[in-house]
C-alpha cells in the first residue's frame, strides 16, 4: 500500500481544500520540487497530501551510498493511486468539492492513465509537469552532472 501524509493548512477553517501530489518514483524521504510547491499551498490554506508509491525502498549499497530501488509495477502503481483516492472520499477534514492533483515526471502518464480507466473521482484542479524535454533540463544540477557522467562511461 501506498504511504501518504497529510499536511493541513496554517490557517483556514476545515474542511480544507486539498491537492494531492503524486511526486514519481521517490522514496518518501527524499524532497523534490513537488515538495515545494506544496509548502506554498499550505501557506494559502490548502491541505496538502503527498502520495508516496508502494514498492519504492531505500537502502545502504555495496558501496556505502544510499540506494533508492523502484519495483515498477503498473498495476500496483494505479492501485496505489486508487487507494488515495479512496482516503480522502472518507477523510471529514478534506472538501471533496475542492480537490486538486498535482502529477510531475512519470506520474503525470500514470494519473492520465488512471483518469481514463477510473474516473470515480475527478479533481477540480489538475496539473502534470513531465520532463518531455529529457532529464538534462529536468532534475537539480547534482542529478544532471550525475546522468553526464554516466553518459560519458557508456559511450
Known amino acids: 500500500m501506498s504511504e501518504s501524509r497529510y499536511y493541513p493548512p496554517k490557517n483556514g477553517r476545515e474542511p480544507y481544500p486539498v491537492v494531492l501530489a503524486f511526486p514519481g518514483l521517490v522514496h518518501y524521504s527524499e524532497e523534490n520540487k513537488c515538495d515545494l510547491l506544496l509548502e506554498e499551498l499550505i501557506r494559502e490554506g490548502i491541505a496538502r497530501i503527498r502520495v508516496n508509491y508502494s514498492g519504492i525502498s531505500r537502502s545502504e549499497g555495496n558501496n556505502g551510498l544510499r540506494e533508492i530501488r523502484c519495483e515498477f509495477n503498473l498495476q500496483k502503481l494505479i492501485e496505489d493511486i486508487g487507494s488515495a483516492f479512496e482516503k480522502i472520499k472518507s477523510d471529514e477534514r478534506i472538501d471533496k468539492e475542492r480537490v486538486g492533483v498535482f502529477a510531475p515526471s512519470i506520474s503525470a502518464g500514470l494519473i492520465g492513465h488512471y483518469f481514463a480507466k477510473e474516473w470515480h473521482?475527478?479533481?477540480?484542479?489538475?496539473?502534470?509537469?513531465?520532463?518531455?524535454?529529457?532529464?538534462?533540463?529536468?532534475?537539480?544540477?547534482?542529478?544532471?552532472?550525475f546522468v553526464a557522467i554516466v553518459k560519458d562511461i557508456n559511450n
Open 121 to 145: 473521482f475527478p479533481p477540480r484542479a489538475y496539473a502534470s509537469l513531465s520532463p518531455l524535454t529529457g532529464w538534462d533540463a529536468f532534475g537539480r544540477e547534482n542529478l544532471r552532472e
